[in-house]
């Protein structure tokens, strides 16, 4: 692993702002920009840094013609920044008309830190040990129905795993959902909402709600849907006379108060759920399904997991396998892009830009770096043999203050079910060319889903 060359970042006063440049822009007419960021933000980014360099702008939705970096020093000093300095673009993302302006997700300031203060106990430490039985049952009860020899998608096999883990975490579900329960109906709402996010006619409905602060069309009628069963699970758990004595996820937060002793409004409830629900089991299951989507391409890396995994050394095991989802989610990054917006003039190397404005941070154009990471393209597991991830140049759950509350939770699920598939499982690609990333509102996901092909399943 290398090092990027040196690039001065960080807020500066406004006669040193106007010293220096504004980054180049991308001269495209701005719908143009939007339709291909949201739709090849791959093609979008590597074009931009390929005729701009590491820095360059942009025409799109978010007010201020949004800026996109890739050195890890411009990265550090906005995951650092005071956070009145450099707040999340979260409140801003095409995430808000879903999960709404209450959730952890889109809040910023002291709001963010209250909730994520509340929230973070559940997904670190112990917690995670007392999921990791649970994960490896709900692997085993998914790969045993898996038929062999016939093409199957992993993305939405993988969603069945981690929406079970995810629910049990915040609703305190022991074992598999009973059905007529508000949590089962909650579910299945959830997995229709994913399966109908990948369609063509979602994907236009996204674009119509960039920017508002509701949700119009048919994610309007889709949410309604979602938000019946929400309200269901909300009202019974009110009502349970154990409330008070659970330890999961939503009865700590019907039991938490603001400094002004407010409990938490049923709106505020549904926003907080929907997060963790879905951002909690989806990103999770597709990066799985990403790493088996390179794991059948590369036969090398596919063989040394499977051998350390079948041969007997646990340290080794854990090893290889640690290293395996570190370079898939380094090459296929889930979400790969993040923001805060500067309130202050901000230098970027060379350049600088004025206060309020979008400053976003490419985690595809920075994992692709080939002076940290040579051959950058190539997906090599043993690159991180002897290595650990860089705060600042391996970013899947981005950074700071605004880093991923469920990255410790996301991290077990994948160790757990890897090794559960490489140990059980031999697959193959379903067709030999690498699938291609579509995006899903934040998310890069796999375009088939990861077809894969089970040639033998052990007991």
Known sequence: MGEAPPSPAGPIDGAEAAALPLPPMIQLPRALQVLRFNQRQIDFVFGGRRR???????????????????????VQSLFTAKPDQAPSLTGESPLRPIVGPNSVL?????????????????????????????????AEREIATWPVGEPIALAPRMQAITLDVIMAGIFGIDGELKRGTPEHGLRRAIKGLV????????????????????????????????????????????????????????????????????????????DELLTLVLAGHETTANSLAWTWERLVR???????LRDAVRGGDAELSATVVEQTITEAMRSRPVIPIIGRRVKVPWRLGEYAVPAD???TMSILLIHHREDVYPDPFAFRPERWEGHKPGTYTWIPFGGGIRRC????????????????????????ADVPEPERAVHRNVTMIPARGARVVVLSRAA
Do not use: C
């Open 195 to 270: 399966q109908a996010s990948t369609w063509k006619t979602a994907q236009l409905a996204e674009l119509m709600n960039i920017g508002r602060e509701e949700p119009v069309g048919i994610t309007k009628a889709g949410l309604e849907l979602l938000d019946r069963p929400t309200y269901a699970v909300i009202a019974a758990r009110r009502a349970a006379a154990d409330v008070e004595e659970r330890q999961d996820i939503l009865s700590l937060l019907l039991r938490a108060r603001t400094e002004d002793g407010e409990a938490l409004t049923d709106h505020e409830l549904r």
């Open 357 to 359: 404005t979008p400053v």
């Open 106 to 138: 889109t809040a910023i300031g002291p709001r963010h830190m209250r909730q994520r203060k509340l929230l973070l106990p559940p997904f670190h430490g112990e917690a995670i040990e007392r999921y990791e039985q649970m994960i490896s049952d709900a």
């Open 298 to 304: 590369t036969p090398a890396a596919y063989e040394r």
């Open 52 to 74: 701009h360099g590491e820095v360059f702008r942009m025409r799109g939705i978010v007010p201020g013609d949004p800026v996109i970096t890739s050195h890890p020093d411009h």
């Open 405 to 428: 509350l469920g990255a410790a939770l996301a991290m077990a699920e994948q160790r757990v079910v890897l090794e559960a598939m490489a140990r059980r499982l031999d697959l193959a």
